[in-house]
């Protein structure tokens, strides 16, 4: 039986002044390369990212406490600044007094509505971490964060800490109006993803599989100590993975290293939805990172090894076709963020895709930052057991 499509609609709302006692954020516009209205569902008029910058008299810059103070003080009025990223998708701060990880740290913290998520990198400040180190040769096309794994951040935070001269944008697309467009423009694609969702098969070994990759130990092995044997590591592991709380809806098997490329591991199997909906809104997104495998593998083809593997939920591969014109409407709807240092950018990754572009120079020459957040867990979008997803468990 077919599948029935949910069908929403943003709903507008006068927004409120960005103003506290102490401090005010005004909006500006930002060129046409770097922003851009957003098509339907959205409020007629949206922009993304919607730019915001202290205003003080005689353009003097604010002192950090001072920011600090007004997004907390915002956040308790109704989640201000949270409502306003739940339209847009994307916020952008600029002006602000924010000059290492420490300050970058304390700025994120201020949302305080929300629990920080530890990436799987050095740390840098508390829950700040330095974004995706591959090389600067390597393109990161627009993707939801982690949409491979049952467990995601609602929210992300980067910093521009340093800047390239030339290239180095991090794009911003809204993958609400992805979906929209792909569910006209390819409907087909958006009516087997409704009813089969996606089978996500994931490689971790016990050594990195290319520049910027996670090993096996950096992605579920917290809690290994040394001295353990090779038994009580592997049920650590498998601990970690049963967290995700899905049953048999993930699966996984240990390998041997049989092509010598980093050892042992595990095949990571989720089935997963592919379309979610906004809380609050109900508001179908294409939770995805479908295009960027399939754009990556072609621009980056010598640069690293593709670990995971997209299949229909069914297990029959997804045409090249769908995944192309995903693509193509990616490359029409998003804009790339052209950075200034002291950016920070602020994503609902539930609705908004980011990435990374190439840039040239050094790989030193551009720093972002990177802080994750947990917040609600997306919707279903139908009402399939595998199409639900939950918080992980604690451990």
């Given at each position: 039986?077919?599948?029935?499509?949910?069908?929403?609609?943003?709903?507008?709302?006068?927004?409120?002044?960005?103003?506290?006692?102490?401090?005010?954020?005004?909006?500006?516009?930002?060129?046409?390369?770097?922003?851009?209205?957003?098509?339907?569902?959205?409020?007629?008029?949206?922009?993304?990212?919607?730019?915001?910058?202290?205003?003080?008299?005689?353009d003097?810059?604010?002192?950090?406490?001072t920011?600090?103070?007004?997004?907390?003080?915002?956040?308790a009025?109704g989640?201000?600044?949270?409502?306003?990223?739940?339209?847009?998708?994307?916020l952008?701060f600029?002006?602000?007094?924010?000059?290492?990880?420490?300050?970058?740290?304390?700025?994120?913290?201020?949302?305080?509505?929300?629990?920080?998520?530890?990436?799987?990198?050095?740390?840098?400040?508390?829950?700040?971490?330095?974004a995706?180190?591959?090389?600067?040769?390597?393109?990161?096309y627009?993707?939801?964060?982690?949409?491979?794994v049952?467990?995601?951040?609602?929210y992300?935070?980067?910093?521009?800490?340093?800047?390239?001269?030339?290239?180095?944008e991090?794009p911003?697309?809204?993958?609400?109006?992805?979906?929209?467009?792909?569910?006209?423009?390819?409907?087909?694609?958006?009516?087997?993803?409704?009813?089969?969702?996606?089978?996500?098969?994931?490689?971790?070994?016990?050594?990195?599989?290319?520049?910027?990759?996670?090993?096996?130990k950096q992605?579920?092995?917290?809690?290994?100590r040394?001295?353990?044997?090779e038994?009580?590591?592997?049920?650590?592991i498998?601990?970690?993975?049963?967290?995700?709380g899905?049953?048999?809806y993930?699966?996984?098997?240990?390998?041997?290293?049989?092509?010598?490329d980093?050892?042992?591991?595990?095949?990571?199997?989720?089935?997963?939805?592919?379309i979610?909906?906004?809380?609050?809104?109900?508001?179908?997104?294409?939770?995805?990172?479908?295009?960027?495998?399939?754009?990556?593998?072609?621009?980056?083809?010598?640069?690293?090894?593709?670990?995971?593997?997209?299949?229909?939920?069914?297990?029959?591969?997804?045409?090249?076709?769908?995944?192309?014109?995903?693509?193509?409407?990616?490359?029409?709807?998003?804009?790339?963020?052209?950075?200034?240092?002291?950016?920070?950018?602020?994503y609902?990754?539930i609705?908004?895709?980011?990435?990374?572009?190439?840039?040239?120079?050094?790989?030193?020459?551009?720093?972002?930052?990177?802080?994750?957040?947990?917040?609600?867990?997306?919707?279903?979008?139908?009402?399939?057991?595998?199409?639900?997803?939950?918080?992980?468990?604690?451990?």
């Open positions: 039986m077919a599948t029935a499509l949910k069908q929403a609609t943003i709903q507008s709302f006068e927004p409120e002044k960005i103003a506290s006692p102490l401090l005010a954020f005004e909006q500006f516009d930002l060129p046409s390369s770097n922003q851009r209205v957003l098509g339907p569902p959205h409020p007629e008029g949206t922009v993304i990212p919607l730019a915001l910058r202290p205003s003080t008299p005689s003097a810059v604010p002192d950090l406490d920011v600090i103070e007004t997004v907390k003080y915002l956040q009025q989640g201000v600044l949270t409502k306003k990223l739940a339209v847009h998708g994307t952008l600029r002006g602000l007094p924010i000059h290492d990880a420490n300050d970058f740290s304390r700025f994120a913290h201020a949302f305080d509505e929300i629990i920080g998520i530890v990436v799987d990198r050095p740390l840098l400040a508390p829950n700040v971490a330095p995706n180190e591959s090389p600067k040769e390597v393109l990161i627009n993707h939801n964060e982690s949409p491979q049952p467990h995601a951040p609602e992300i935070f980067f910093y521009g800490h340093r800047v390239p001269s030339q290239g180095g991090t911003i697309s809204s993958s609400v109006e992805l979906f929209r467009r792909a569910q006209q423009e390819i409907p087909d694609f958006i009516a087997q993803l409704a009813e089969k969702g996606i089978l996500s098969r994931v490689t971790y070994k016990t050594g990195r599989q290319y520049a910027g990759g996670s090993t096996l992605a579920f092995g917290k809690e290994i040394d001295g353990d044997d038994a009580t590591q592997r049920a650590k498998e601990a970690q993975i049963a967290r995700y899905r049953g048999k993930t699966t996984w098997e240990w390998i041997d290293d049989d092509d010598g980093g050892g042992s591991g595990v095949v990571l199997t989720h089935r997963l939805p592919a979610r909906t906004q809380p609050g809104t109900d508001l179908p997104t294409l939770f995805t990172g479908l295009a960027a495998y399939y754009k990556n593998a072609r621009v980056n083809a010598a640069s690293g090894r593709n670990v995971t593997q997209q299949l229909f939920g069914d297990g029959t591969p997804i045409p090249e076709e769908y995944l192309a014109a995903l693509a193509r409407i990616t490359d029409e709807i998003r804009v790339l963020h052209k950075w200034q240092r002291g950016d920070v950018l602020v609902d990754n609705i908004a895709q980011h990435g990374r572009e190439p840039w040239q120079g050094e790989q030193a020459d551009r720093v972002v930052m990177a802080s994750l957040f947990d917040g609600q867990v997306p919707g279903a979008y139908i009402s399939e057991d595998w199409a639900q997803v939950v918080q992980a468990l604690e451990g």
